[in-house]
């Protein structure tokens, strides 16, 4: 996955979060229909990977009851607002988002115990002003207030008098704004999923699942309310993601193909690697006319793996035939 991680370095952390619904298993069950029903299969992948690479807030009037009625053009193809993520694939990034969290929060902790142990914590979060030195550390109501206070490390003191420690914090954000003085966290350096999970009553403009349905640029114009001047821009950078997660996926399979420890009942022990995994084949043909690095199933390749490459490769197929058709 390193491949695919690299190639969207600049789309981080969605990249990572791409990753995530993976290893997870999410986009597998998404893609597990794309023979069954190939359309939907599609269209649900393009709706996950909106969320990732496609987010464009609308403005919040469009979170109103009965606004998209009142703001939709007259017989417009566009539904305008992106459906929220499926509550398998938003678990799957919010315990990712957990995971990130309590590095980063383990991190911040050994630094301040090891590093700001000794250095006073008196620079107030907000407004950043730094409080005298206090002279009457020994009286008696000093003690009593250090003896009952929460031990805080990495949260700053002034943040603790609320009941706030360095456990209770739920997002990255959080972490990164209460942050001890001495300490110096910046919430855009850690790959946090705070504003994809989090949408504070916003709603997502679905201009890229709206296209890849009926292909209309005007329709991205007037209802979807995307400039002129960069919807060639966006619907390119969507089709550069979907070019990507296909390499990465090739690479991947590439890897599974010529390892001998993935041998499938298929393998016959005697594969040339020179090919790399194309020589074994179980004949699953990937799609009439559709030009790829594996245009048949490697031996050693699950029915899971196949499903996503086969359901990636289809999508950027149709997307990239939509979006070349702006170009006459």
């Given at each position: 996955?390193?491949?695919?991680?690299?190639?969207?370095?600049?789309?981080?952390?969605?990249?990572?979060?791409?990753?995530a619904?993976l290893?997870?298993?999410?986009?597998?069950?998404?893609?597990?229909?794309?023979?069954?029903?190939?359309?939907?299969?599609?269209?649900?992948?393009v709706?996950?990977?909106?969320?990732?690479?496609?987010?464009?807030?609308?403005?919040?009037?469009?979170?109103?009851?009965?606004?998209?009625?009142?703001?939709?053009?007259?017989?417009?193809?566009?539904?305008?607002?992106?459906?929220?993520?499926?509550?398998d694939a938003?678990?799957?990034?919010?315990?990712?988002?957990?995971?990130?969290?309590?590095?980063?929060?383990?991190y911040?902790?050994?630094?301040?115990?090891?590093?700001?142990?000794?250095?006073?914590?008196?620079?107030?979060p907000?407004?950043?002003?730094?409080?005298?030195?206090?002279?009457g550390r020994d009286?008696p109501?000093?003690l009593?207030?250090?003896?009952?206070?929460?031990?805080?490390?990495?949260?700053?003191?002034?943040?603790?008098?609320?009941?706030?420690?360095?456990?209770?914090?739920?997002?990255?954000?959080?972490?990164?704004?209460?942050?001890?003085s001495?300490?110096?966290?910046?919430?855009?350096?850690?790959?946090?999923?705070?504003?994809?999970?989090?949408?504070?009553?916003?709603?997502?403009?679905?201009?890229?699942?709206?296209?890849?349905?009926?292909?209309?640029?005007?329709?991205?114009?007037?209802?979807?309310?995307?400039?002129?001047?960069d919807v060639?821009?966006?619907?390119?950078?969507?089709?550069i993601a979907?070019?990507?997660?296909?390499?990465?996926?090739?690479?991947?399979m590439?890897?599974?193909?010529?390892?001998?420890?993935?041998?499938?009942?298929?393998?016959?022990?005697d594969?040339?690697?020179?090919?790399?995994?194309r020589?074994?084949?179980?004949?699953?043909?990937?799609?009439?006319?559709?030009?790829?690095?594996?245009?048949?199933?490697?031996?050693?390749?699950?029915?899971?793996?196949?499903?996503?490459?086969?359901?990636?490769?289809?999508?950027?197929?149709e997307?990239?035939?939509?979006?070349?058709?702006?170009?006459?």
């Open positions: 996955m390193f491949p695919l991680v690299a190639h969207l370095y600049h789309t981080e952390p969605s990249n990572l979060a791409l990753v619904l290893q997870g298993g999410v986009l597998h069950r998404i893609c597990a229909s794309i023979d069954l029903n190939p359309i939907d299969t599609k269209r649900n992948l709706a996950v990977l909106s969320h990732l690479f496609a987010r464009r807030l609308l403005p919040r009037l469009y979170s109103g009851e009965g606004a998209l009625q009142r703001l939709r053009p007259p017989k417009s193809p566009s539904r305008i607002i992106l459906p929220s993520l499926s509550s938003y678990r799957t990034l919010s315990e990712h988002n957990n995971l990130i969290l309590e590095t980063f929060r383990g911040a902790r050994s630094y301040a115990t090891q590093y700001l142990s000794e250095s006073p914590d008196n620079v107030l907000l407004s950043k002003e730094t409080l005298a030195h206090s002279t009286a109501f000093i009593t207030l250090r003896r009952k206070a929460v031990k805080v490390d990495a949260t700053s003191s002034f943040v603790a008098n609320s009941g706030v420690t360095d456990s209770s914090l739920t997002t990255v954000t959080d972490l990164a704004r209460t942050a001890r001495g300490l110096h966290l910046d919430k855009n350096a850690i790959p946090g999923l705070d504003d994809l999970l989090a949408l504070d009553g916003r709603v997502v403009n679905g201009y890229i699942l709206d296209y890849f349905t009926h292909g209309q640029i005007q329709a991205l114009i007037e209802a979807n309310r995307v400039r002129r001047s060639w821009f966006a619907l390119q950078d969507f089709s979907l070019a990507t997660l296909q390499t990465g996926l090739e690479h991947y590439k890897a599974a193909a010529a390892d001998p420890n993935l041998d499938s009942e298929s393998s016959d022990g594969d040339d690697q020179e090919d790399e995994g020589d074994e084949i179980e004949g699953e043909i990937l799609e009439p006319g559709t030009t790829s690095t594996f245009p048949v199933k490697p031996a050693r390749i699950t029915d899971g793996d196949w499903k996503v490459y086969r359901a990636v490769v289809l999508t950027k197929r997307f990239d035939e939509k979006f070349r058709a702006m170009w006459a």
